[in-house]
């Protein structure tokens, strides 16, 4: 109730400001000027660049978690009660480390500086580490889609494992002796229970993508941007009258992410 009651307030804050019901200078003219201001590409005109921009980085980041996700179903759907620990004990590390700490050790990681290209320096692969591929800090966003869907398949993973755990252990049996093994099994008996679970696990993970900020900033660059790092640039700058903008582009990508998932959810309910 009382977190409601401050996402309502926050939320109610936002639509004020963004009309310009609560002008930080000047006196109020409430209108829709800030929208129009951003549906015709904001300040800097690239705004929309940056949703598409931000609509790839997420459903290809949300794609990838569901695939490692299902692939990490497939390599626990055996009998190896050690090794389900071991990698249940490994979902749950990353699940723990923090989404701006995962960003940074991927900026050390990967980056034409870090730890990959001076071992392939040093191994005699390339010949200076700047001839190392840009995997970070891209145009096209392959940093942040890596840093996502790594952070958020074990996410996907779990879910999926704790729903596939759900299935009477009967149904197994009775695929097995009906000849349904292996990849079989996972294509006709677990994977359709599987799937609508994690579609909406998916779908949860499309909007967190969506509005993130942390990673965007760390792995990504200037131009494109996604806008969760637009809005955050017009909320920051140093002429209040960006104000109401970065708020009515909040109150859009709130109201987005809203109608893609309904979206989803309607066509999962039509699917299933």
């Known amino acids: 109730m009382a977190l409601g009651l ?8 936002a639509v004020a400001q963004g009309l310009g019901a609560l002008p930080l200078t000047g006196e109020a003219e ?5 929208y129009r ?27 990838l978690a569901a ?12 009998p190896a009660a050690r090794r389900r620990g071991l990698a249940s004990g490994l979902l749950h590390l990353n699940l723990a480390v923090p989404h701006v700490v995962w960003a940074v050790a991927l900026l050390l990681l990967l980056s034409q500086a870090g730890l990959l290209a001076r071992a392939a320096e040093a191994m005699g692969l390339i010949d200076v580490p700047a001839d190392f591929p840009v995997l970070v800090r891209d145009r096209f966003g392959l940093g942040i889609i890596v840093h996502f869907a790594t952070k958020e398949a ?26 349904a093994t292996g990849l079989r099994r996972l294509r006709l008996v677990t994977l359709p229970a599987v799937l609508p679970g994690l579609a909406a696990a998916s779908a949860l993970v499309f909007a967190f993508v969506f509005g993130a900020y942390e990673a965007p900033v760390v792995l990504g660059v200037q131009s494109p941007r996604t806008l969760s790092v637009a809005s955050l640039d017009l909320f920051n700058d140093a002429d209040l009258t960006q104000r109401p903008q970065a708020m ?25």
């Open 6 to 13: 401050l996402m309502a307030a926050g939320l109610g804050y």
């Open 30 to 34: 409430v209108g829709l000027h800030a």
């Open 37 to 63: 201001e951003i549906l015709a590409g904001g300040p800097d005109g690239d705004l929309w660049a940056s949703a598409g921009f931000t609509l790839w980085v997420s459903a290809a980041s949300t794609l």
């Open 67 to 78: 695939v490692l996700a299902l692939a990490a179903l497939v390599w626990l759907d055996r």
């Open 154 to 179: 074990p996410f996907l993973a779990l879910v999926a494992i704790a729903i596939a755990r759900t299935q009477p252990r009967e149904l197994r049996s009775i695929a097995e002796v009906l000849g």
């Open 248 to 272: 009515a582009l909040g109150v859009l990508m709130a109201a987005g992410t809203l109608l893609i998932v309904a979206a989803l959810a309607v066509l999962g309910r039509r699917r299933r």
